[in-house]
């Protein structure tokens, strides 16, 4: 049988490898590729005998390939093999140990990469009695030496006299979220590449979080104890014979023909917004302009990059939702964790901003140190879902800043100087401190969140638990009828479908703005900047800033996404604004002046009490300047004044608070104040 393979492989070389032989040859590449289609078509025992005994097989068409080459002696040519049949693909968690041996195919994430390290293949023992070489190939992570002379037969002492290196690199392989089913822990495996697997030009594409499908033998190495001794236990990995990188994203769907037409169809559906709308959690009552601005999510706005590569916009929008317990916020979440074509669901408590962005930690195996990617650049062009996002460390959020805007994450920390891609959109969830959600208060200081952090964000929104009896009759009604029966509420567009049209237009569908779309946001925009003021020393409100226009474009581009349209119109521009006006509504408004005021976002501290801020300080002045060598102002004197302006106690202390924070005037003593 071996006889007939051989001769089977040699014709196999000699008919269909002899120009790929010439091809490596004066390319000065050192490895074929090959599909195994071709050699299955050429001979299935082949195939067969490949995916059965692929080291041997392996080994036999790289023999017979480097036989043809002879005139090129000093380049050994490697044999890889790529697109394995479907029964040879599978997930991580399928791997057993009747796997080992075999020929398979993996695909998932990259979460670790090791640095690129020599390793003896084998080594060449002298006896140190007759001086004869013995080669033992190293299979092991411990060197290991012959135990007696082949020549002599003493088991004397040997020492190496030349080490065969190879070039190799660990990578720690992690299942993609797109193939588990929800509640599953993803499960990771350790791939082994060598040689040209770990050529210069090759190793970009092996970097954490970049999806990659790995075809390659696997392997069983033995675990020893911290004591040295051998464990009955064994680890898998697979010793990769071929790794390719897959387009990150929504572009991993394939959409056929007939698909297309049929979401072609589904576009000039006139209820088309209502219909994706209604197919966001349909078993959840209400919330439809948050539904809505999901939708819109989904879909993202257009990434404008210079040509010169140094100015980014952003495409994806981020969403925050805040509201009272029992609002459905993780619910939401939950829900858009299973129709987005990439996506990730994590805790705050439970995340750390190594979890969130990325990591260094120790290799094991090669004692250096190794970049692990975290939840965002792993969802890169994905959508990452963060429940309780106020519950995170507050020294770990700040990690986050960078990945929401600039959507890159660096890391400079023992020697490794790396910057991860994080084209991620960002739907969170936060609950306010003391349980219920304070209209009259700034959000900043009710959810434990940095404003630097919150205005980040294009969208939030309020969820709120107010009794009314026609609405919580219609919750019950749909809460009832899920619990009754839990397919009664089912989506209009089912989520199989839905991920396909999302796909489609991120794939296909890149939006401009229509000269009518651009004059009805500028003249929003315009009219809000317009109720500023700068008259007088009274600090005005700003109703809005260039972040929120630059969320309205996104927008504006996301609903025409979803109509398939490659230009934005007046519709588009129009649901944009109402959506932004519903969010400035919901934590904008001063609620002290009835006006639109974003400093409530973006600095935490809205006009109406930076007015009070500088009035108080003013008091404080005066009242120095009247002593004779200034000095510290009681605080009764402070009331006292205050009183008369109309402005009460709990205001005064805000006031004196905000002052101590930005150190304009501190405590000498209990109940005085100076100005530094």
Do not use: W
């Amino acid at each position: 049988m071996k006889n007939d393979i051989d001769e089977i492989i040699g014709n196999f070389v000699n008919k269909r490898l002899t120009e790929k032989i010439k091809e490596v040859l004066t390319t000065n590449k050192n490895a074929i590729v090959l599909d195994f289609n071709d050699i299955d078509q050429f001979s299935p025992e082949l195939g067969d005998q490949l995916l059965k005994k692929p080291e041997e097989t392996l080994d036999t068409i790289k023999y017979f390939v480097n036989e043809t080459s002879i005139p090129h002696k000093n380049l050994e040519i490697e044999i890889r093999i790529k697109n394995l049949p479907n029964n040879t693909q599978m997930l991580v968690r399928e791997i057993r140990s009747k796997h080992i041996g075999l020929l398979i195919q993996v695909q998932g994430l990259i979460k670790t990469a090791a640095s690129v390290r020599p390793v003896a293949a084998s080594i060449d023992f002298e006896c140190q009695s007759c001086g004869h070489l013995t080669k033992v190939e190293q299979k092991e992570m411990t060197q290991r030496a012959p135990s007696i002379c082949t020549n002599c037969g003493k088991k004397g002492r040997f020492k190496v006299a030349r080490k065969y290196l190879v070039d190799t690199q660990r990578i720690m392989l992690e299942e993609a979220p797109e193939d588990l089913e929800g509640g599953e822990q993803p499960e990771h495996i350790n791939i082994i590449l060598k040689k040209d697997l770990v050529d210069p030009k090759f190793e970009r594409n092996i970097i954490p979080g970049n999806k990659v499908v790995v075809s390659g033998i696997v392997n069983e190495s033995a675990v020893y104890y911290p004591s040295g001794k051998k464990s009955n236990t064994s680890d898998i990995f697979i010793l990769a014979s071929y790794v390719e990188a897959v387009e990150q994203g929504y572009e991993d769907i394939l959409v056929t023909k007939e698909e297309e037409l049929a979401i072609r169809e589904l576009a000039n559906d006139k209820m088309i917004y209502t219909k994706f709308k209604s197919s966001i959690a349909p078993n959840i009552y209400g919330h439809d302009n948050i539904k809505e601005a999901i939708v819109m999510q989904l879909f993202g706005g257009v990434r404008k990059a210079a040509s010169s590569g140094n100015s980014v916009i952003r495409g994806d929008i981020h969403i925050l939702l805040v509201g009272d317990p029992g609002t459905s916020k993780s619910s939401l979440l939950k829900y858009v964790t299973g129709i987005a074509p990439k996506a990730r669901y994590v805790v705050g408590m439970g995340s750390s901003a190594a979890g969130l962005t990325a990591t260094i930690i120790k290799d094991d195996a090669t004692r250096s140190y190794i970049l692990e990617a975290g939840a965002l650049p792993l969802t890169n062009k994905g959508l990452l879902m963060i429940d309780e996002l106020d519950k995170m460390n507050k020294d770990d959020r700040v990690a986050m800043h960078e990945a929401l805007e600039q959507q890159t994450i660096s890391i400079s920390k023992a020697n490794i100087h790396a910057t991860l891609s994080a084209q991620t959109s960002v739907l969170a969830a936060a609950n306010p401190k003391l349980g219920r959600f304070n209209p009259f208060d700034v959000i900043s200081s009710q959810i434990e969140l940095p404003p630097t952090l919150i205005n980040r964000f294009d969208l939030i929104f309020i969820l709120k638990d107010r009794p009314d009896r026609e609405t919580d009759a219609l919750i019950a009604q749909r809460i009832l009828e899920a619990n009754r029966d839990i397919n009664k509420n089912k989506p209009e567009i089912p989520p199989n479908i839905m991920k396909k049209y999302i796909a489609y237009a991120k794939q296909n569908i890149k939006p401009k703005l229509s000269m009518e779309a651009m004059k009805v946001i500028e003249e929003f925009y315009l009219k809000l900047r317009s109720q500023y003021s700068t008259e007088g020393e009274e600090v005005k409100p700003i109703p809005i800033s260039a972040r929120q226009l630059e969320a309205i474009v996104r927008l504006t581009e996301a609903s025409a996404k979803v109509r398939l349209s490659d230009y934005a119109t007046i519709e588009d521009a129009k649901r944009a604004v109402d959506l932004m006006m519903s969010y400035l509504g919901d934590v904008g408004i001063d609620s002290s002046t009835g006006e639109l005021d974003i400093d409530r976002v973006i600095t935490g501290i809205p006009s109406s009490q930076r007015n009070t801020v500088l009035t108080v300080k003013a008091m404080i002045k005066s009242e120095v300047d009247s002593m004779p060598m200034g000095g510290s102002v009681s605080m009764a004197k402070i009331y006292e004044s205050a009183e008369k302006a109309g402005i009460d106690r709990d205001r005064v202390d805000s006031a004196i608070s905000v002052l101590k924070r930005e150190g304009e005037v501190f405590e000498p003593k209990p109940s005085f104040i100076k100005l530094l």
